[in-house]
């Protein structure tokens, strides 16, 4: 049990990936096969695209999250997530990086089960309670399901970010209760694809209906709270009407369910609870009490109470806004393809070897990873990449030199090109030249954009995304690229 905290939520954000696939388009492909799926065609759910993975979308939502926001002062972060690209390379590390947070920042890989995400948060509030500032806690998740499943149409590509520490909090912890039990609703090997799940029923009456209401009425006695007394509660079960007898059987008020979102993005895994937490906040009013719940291999519940500072936090898209920015996708074949579920004759351009250096990718991890280029004193000149060597020829000293970080800065487009003869899971390529203002110019593949983006003086936001992949050694490569601003 976690008493009554001086530390809360000081800053939240989120992302979606902008492509959104009909549900309609699973049930016209799977229909013949599982007639069912019809129960679940309506709305649609978010798809990341091809070079998005749990990590690029980790960091995004920690760039919402950490918007107006000083970077230097975080002691640690903690990545939660079920999908993560790699088991043997820290995960959390790479998101550091892409951040360009102080190397003494601390880090952490939470995975094993869908309340990763929760349980990364409440870790957050216990480290960021031991003291040495603020700590980033994201979660992500990229979950595959086979073809006419229902998790296929349920589950839905997302991530969300806090800062907890104990300045500005925007939502204190009031209680928190977690507990432990191997009941498995679903569960997926290591090596496999995609998960295997038990029947709905027993899921819901057995593990829903009862593990999860038991640890709720513990939050409420230990914090002398009444179930009335919950203005939002977030419990991200898709099931449809199981949120609802929950709230009913801990005493809470029917108006106090929120929203799953499952209409507008689906099923985000270990990222869920977080997601909808963070679009709570983006409309809660202080003194109002919020209870987030997480399941799997057992129950996490926390209490918030939402605090005036709420109301002076910076503009961030937040959910919202990245639910805003949205492409509809009908092509199913395309959403197999880039969810690595069918293969494709990817033909002769995509046979070279991807092989990373891994001594040149450490050398230059700042420049690559967190898009840092150079500045000269001297003359105000930006440069990427960096290097000693000037536009003008000379070379200067090191006291000249200052790392400048493009990531964050507008971007306008110089010159682009539409290429449909180079190698892309999602022709055409579109690339070019971009300037940052402040100064700095690079050669920049475009992502997210179609042809009507490309205009010169179109203007670009930076994005963290896979470059490519060393397929044979099972290597992904990250760097950033420019795509269309709203």
């Not at 399901?145 to 925007?170: C, I, K, N, Q, T």
């Not at 500045?375 to 006291?399: E, H």
């Not at 493009?406 to 971009?434: H, S």
């Not at 992502?447 to 003086?457: E, F, K, L, R, S």
């Amino acid at each position: 049990m976690l008493p009554e905290s001086p530390i809360g939520i000081t800053a939240f954000g989120a992302y979606v990936p902008a492509a959104r696939l009909q549900r309609k388009a699973i049930l016209a492909a799977n229909g013949w096969f599982n007639p069912g799926l019809k129960a679940y065609a309506n709305g649609e759910r978010s798809i990341a695209n091809w070079d998005e993975d749990p990590i690029t979308m980790a960091v995004e939502a920690a760039r919402d999250c950490l918007s107006g926001a000083s970077r230097e002062t975080l002691a640690g972060m903690l990545f939660a997530s079920t999908t993560m690209p790699f088991a043997d390379r820290q995960n959390s590390v790479i998101v550091k990086e892409a951040l360009t947070l102080n190397d003494c920042t601390a880090a952490l890989d939470v995975s094993g089960s869908q309340r990763a995400g929760t349980s990364a948060l409440l870790q957050s509030h216990a480290a960021a309670l031991l003291g040495g500032g603020p700590v980033l806690c994201v979660a992500a998740d990229k979950r595959k399901a086979l073809p006419a499943s229902e998790s296929e149409m349920l589950f839905g590509d997302a991530a969300a970010a806090f800062v907890v520490g104990s300045d500005r909090m925007v939502a204190r912890l009031l209680c928190a209760q977690s507990s432990s039990v191997d009941f498995v609703d679903h569960f997926r090997h290591e090596g496999r694809d995609t998960d295997y799940g038990w029947e709905s029923r027993w899921v819901r009456d057995e593990g829903f209906a009862k593990l999860i209401p038991a640890v709720i009425r513990e939050v409420l006695l230990e914090s002398g709270c009444s179930g009335g007394s919950i203005d939002k509660f977030v419990c991200p079960i898709a099931n449809r009407g199981v949120a609802a007898a929950i709230a009913k059987q801990c005493g809470l008020g029917a108006e106090s369910v929120c929203s799953q979102l499952s209409d507008e993005l689906g099923d985000a895994g270990a990222a869920h609870p977080l997601l909808l937490l963070a679009h709570v906040l983006e409309t809660a009013r202080p003194g109002e009490k919020v209870l987030v719940v997480g399941f799997g291999s057992g129950c996490d519940v926390m209490l918030y109470e939402v605090r005036p500072a709420i109301a002076e936090l910076s503009k961030r898209r937040g959910v919202s806004g990245w639910l805003r920015r949205r492409r509809a996708e009908t092509n199913y074949i395309k959403f197999l393809v880039h969810a690595g579920m069918l293969p494709v004759d990817r033909g002769m351009r995509s046979e070279f070897d991807q092989k990373q250096a891994l001594t040149a990718l450490y050398r230059n991890r700042k420049s690559v990873l967190g898009l840092v280029g150079i500045r000269y004193k001297d003359t105000g000149t930006v440069q990427f990449p960096p290097s000693k060597i000037g536009l003008d020829g000379r070379r200067s000293t090191p006291a000249n030199l200052e790392d400048y970080p493009l990531a964050e800065k507008t971007a306008r487009i110089v010159t682009f090109t539409a290429d449909n003869l180079t190698y892309t899971l999602d022709p055409p390529a579109y690339y070019g030249t971009i300037e940052f203002e402040g100064g700095g110019r690079m050669s920049a593949e475009f992502c997210d954009a179609g042809a009507d983006d490309m205009q010169v003086g179109r203007t670009m936001r930076m994005m963290f995304r896979i470059k490519s992949a060393d397929e044979q050694r099972g290597f992904i490569k990250y760097f950033w690229k420019a795509a269309p601003t709203d």
